[in-house]
């Protein structure tokens, strides 16, 4: 029920008005003094003040004045009583603060009529109060928690989801991936696109990734360009295998393809790649801070080995003396003769014989004996040492495919694949076409590898390098098509001769429907284009029924035969056919 205090020093006007407001069902509060009626105003906080203006020892004015200076009475309803009043007091009264002003004598609806109306509007005050009050706590926790640009939650939102991840799992030791994913050339978008036009690319790949990782796993941007994501829903089913990583890895590969397909701005049509790190509690952390520093150091270590790479923290956490040894060695490698080129044969689909190579570097160690590409590969682009490295190959594969044009193979292809630190150094189409003639190899026979990613760093300057090398007649492919951008927007405007179809589609073709539909549909979009078309990974004989179907240009993978070394793949081709059919 609404508390009424009364402050009135006349007992009888007092008395009436106390036990009208009771039988009203108000409860009421009484003050003799103005002293005492600021008193219990401060202490009992009345809904509404009824207070007479002619006071012994403070006037009603000096009581108003008092109760607006406290931070407790400064809003409740303040009606004076007077015996007589004049505009200019009724107007020095408002202005102090007084809500209204009833003169002696009233009638009791006049009184009700008024307490009725300042009660209903110190009500409707209190809810629109409420209401302001709490949109504005709600504005604040979304600029404090969440990001204004793509209203994701933010880095201090995360420790706190981070805990409701783990509170939901089934388990309070499942494995749990954080995903660290920096978005590469974004600074490159807003010097040229414009900072507008970059902020909606930013909210566009925000969406994205959340598209991709599905509302039951959390999305964080940390800033700029740079965004963490716990894939919470993952724990069952990595606890139920025995080596995590293959199924992390297998989810990052594919969340950097969903990264790398084209965007569409103002009819322009952008293209973003991005550097995953990858932590995993409990291996890695136990809080959320100490995963997302991991998670970082391993996007660095991913980012310092080329664009659309990802690392787990897992294999940082072990680099040793021993691979630190491994990087030492490399350096000297080259003069130590220890590289060799293995040659994988590519197969013509219609004929069924070899037409070409690809050259393929290797690594024997005088002591750790044969090291994998995929160790000492990533160590040669960081340092450097891939240019120098890659010109020996090259070198070398030339130099082989002229021998075996002297045993009567005149028209063997040679695949050679280019870096992108390769691509990009300065006089490229020179020392291609320096090698070429050292070596004596028709140029026509030389085909140069590139990934997608190393074409699009600078397009412009790329388009021109490969015009270059077209006009030696030295031909093009771009190699693992289908993993990173794989635009029919880029392929218009770079003069290709070959699509490489990445192995991961051709695996299960004929089984898995999707891996199907893409291959079929890259292998006529390449033919309308004029393009040649070559799968690899090839190693099931329903794999290569399922290409030759379709019309697959060329094919190689270990149904044929492994990478082998020059003097085997010269026993291939020799046993494959008779001197009259040599090439």
């Known amino acids: 029920m609404p508390k009424i205090l009364v402050i009135e020093d006349g007992l009888d006007v007092r008395a009436c008005i106390i036990e009208l407001l009771e039988v009203e069902g108000f409860e009421v509060i009484a003050a003799e003094t103005s002293p005492e009626g600021i008193r219990l105003a401060q202490e009992r906080l009345p809904d509404l003040i009824l207070c007479d203006v002619m006071m012994p020892d403070l006037d009603g004015y000096e009581v108003l004045t008092a109760l607006r200076q406290h931070p407790m009475t400064e809003t409740v309803p303040f009606v004076f009583l007077t015996a007589k009043a004049t505009k200019s007091d009724l107007r020095y009264g408002m202005e102090l603060g007084a809500d209204d002003y009833l003169t002696k004598p009233f009638t009791r609806s006049e009184l009700l009529g008024a307490i009725a109306t300042r009660l209903a509007k110190r009500e409707a005050f209190s809810h629109r109060y409420a209401s302001d009050l709490s949109q504005a706590t709600e504005s604040l926790n979304q600029l404090a928690y969440y990001d204004s640009l793509t209203g994701l939650p933010n880095r201090l939102m995360l420790s706190e989801r981070f805990h409701q991840v783990l509170a939901e799992t089934d388990g309070p030791h499942l494995p749990i991936p954080v995903l660290y ?305 794989s635009s029919l927007s880029y392929l218009q405007r770079f003069p290709f001769d070959t699509l490489k179809i990445d192995r991961t589609f051709v695996k299960s073709i004929s089984q898995d429907a999707k891996n199907g539909a893409i291959t079929t549909a890259i292998i006529q979009m390449a033919h309308q284009l004029q393009l040649q078309v070559i799968a690899e990974g090839v190693e099931t004989p329903a794999e290569l029924a399922f290409l030759s179907h379709h019309g697959c240009d060329l094919a190689q993978g270990y149904l044929f035969s492994p990478p082998v070394s020059a003097d085997a793949f010269s026993e291939l081709l020799h046993r494959q056919t008779p001197s009259s059919q040599k090439c």
């Open 181 to 485: 994913l920096d978005i590469s050339q974004f600074r490159r978008v807003n010097s040229t696109l414009g900072y507008e036009l970059g902020d909606y690319l930013l909210k566009t790949m925000a969406e994205r990734l959340q598209a991709f990782v599905g509302s039951r796993n959390l999305v964080v941007r940390l800033g700029d360009d740079e965004f963490a994501i716990v894939l919470g829903t993952m724990g069952a089913e990595l606890s139920q295998t025995k080596d995590i990583h293959p199924a992390i890895a297998r989810v990052a590969q594919n969340l950097l393809w969903a990264i790398s397909q084209p965007f569409t701005v103002q009819e322009r049509t952008v293209f973003l790649t991005g550097c995953l790190g990858i932590a995993v509690y409990p291996e890695n952390g136990n809080d959320i801070d100490t995963l997302i520093r991991h998670a970082d150091i391993a996007m660095h270590e991913a980012k310092s080995q080329g664009n659309s790479q990802f690392k787990v923290y897992q294999s940082i956490a072990k680099v040793s003396s021993d691979q630190l040894e491994i990087e030492a060695d490399l350096r000297y490698a080259l003069k130590r003769s220890e590289f060799q080129v293995y040659y994988q044969p590519q197969i013509n689909l219609k004929t069924k014989t070899i037409t070409g190579a690809e050259a393929l570097l290797r690594w024997r160690h005088p002591q750790r004996g044969m090291i994998s590409p995929a160790e000492f590969i990533p160590l040669a682009e960081s340092t450097g040492l891939i240019v120098p490295i890659g010109a020996w190959v090259l070198q070398t594969a030339c130099q082989q495919t002229k021998l075996w044009q002297t045993e009567g193979f005149d028209n063997l292809q040679i695949a050679v694949n280019l870096s992108a630190h390769q691509f990009g150094q300065p006089k490229l189409c020179e020392v291609i076409a320096r090698t070429l003639q050292r070596t004596g190899l028709d140029p026509a026979l030389l085909d140069l590898e590139l990934t997608e990613s190393a074409l699009v760093q600078d397009v412009d300057s790329a388009i021109l390098t490969l015009k270059q090398l077209r006009s030696l007649s030295i031909r093009v492919s771009v190699d693992d098509f289908g993993t990173g951008y």
